[in-house]
């Protein structure tokens, strides 16, 4: 029983690292040039894209980018909340039972991090531009 434990821990371990990291690049992609922008720190964002270079393809992936990162966290929740919920309860090792509260804990707490990370992305690179595009226009 214990071998049965170890894939479904590390397949909503795995999710949720995936799930932080594409947000956190979706973040720093994205939203953080134009937020530095809006806020005019614009030599700001033109060292850190002249540092990190590699932020300016993410940036013209950003459709891509997004799209992966909210596939990634939409399983993450799945199995976070459906699958690991409904088949999870007897995984739990009966020499530590707390160890399985602790690490679905961090789980969630990371999993909701990405969420927000990504929600604040996501405003940024695709609804703040247009809102005040159209009151400047106004």
Known sequence: MKDMATPTTARSAALSYFSL???????L????PSLLVLFGLGASVASMLS????????SRHKILTFGISGVL???SFVNTYYIA?????????????????DASRLSRILLWVSAVIYAVGFLVAFVLGPILSRLDNA
Do not use: H
């Open 21 to 27: 990291f594409t947000s956190l690049s979706t973040l």
């Open 51 to 58: 540092f990190l270079p590699w932020l300016v393809t993410l």
């Open 73 to 75: 966290i939409a399983c």
């Open 85 to 101: 919920a409904r088949f999870g309860a007897g995984e739990c090792s009966p020499d530590n039972p707390k160890a399985c509260a």
């Open 29 to 32: 992609c994205c939203a953080l």
